[in-house]
């Protein structure tokens, strides 16, 4: 039994792991309580590009947040304007200057094996 929940333990682990190890940083926000000044979308400007509409990620309880994949950037230090709105009333909220630096890579696991 002992053996079985550890191949069982190695195989659930070798399915996560590509998608654990191959995924892009993204800029995310905590979630937005459920209500009227809900956001549905938001409005992000990387360094001195154009601005780009990003759409809420509606949450399985119903609330929203700001989840941008940062794929298409790169590696280094960059510049972010953040603005949560409503497209319906097209209201926006104060825009959120800050910076931070996209890594190079994840880091993959090592020293990965079984042990008897």
Same mark, same amino acid.
């Given at each position: 039994? !002992?053996?079985?929940?550890? $191949?069982?333990?190695?195989?659930?682990? +070798?399915m996560i792991?590509?998608?654990?190890?191959?995924?892009?940083? #993204? +800029?995310?926000?905590?979630? #937005?309580?459920?209500?009227?000044?809900?956001?549905?979308?938001?409005?992000?400007?990387?360094?001195?590009? %154009?601005?780009?509409? %990003?759409?809420?990620? $509606?949450?399985?309880?119903?609330?929203?947040?700001?989840? #941008?994949? +940062?794929?298409?950037?790169?590696?280094?230090?960059?510049?972010?304007?953040? !603005?949560?709105?409503? %497209?319906?009333?097209?209201?926006?909220?104060?825009?959120?200057?800050?910076?931070?630096? !996209?890594? $190079?890579?994840?880091?993959?696991?090592?020293?990965?094996?079984?042990? !008897?």
């Amino acid at each position: 039994m !002992k053996r079985f929940l550890m $191949v069982v333990c190695m195989v659930m682990s +070798l399915m996560i792991m590509p998608s654990i190890v191959l995924a892009s940083p #993204y +800029l995310r926000c905590d979630p #937005y309580t459920i209500g009227p000044n809900q956001p549905d979308q938001f409005v992000v400007t990387i360094d001195s590009a %154009s601005p780009i509409i %990003s759409p809420a990620e $509606v949450m399985a309880d119903g609330k929203t947040r700001l989840n #941008y994949d +940062l794929v298409g950037i790169t590696t280094g230090i960059h510049s972010f304007k953040v !603005k949560a709105g409503i %497209s319906l009333w097209g209201t926006e909220s104060v825009e959120i200057p800050f910076s931070c630096t !996209k890594p $190079v890579s994840v880091a993959s696991p090592v020293a990965i094996g079984l042990a !008897k």
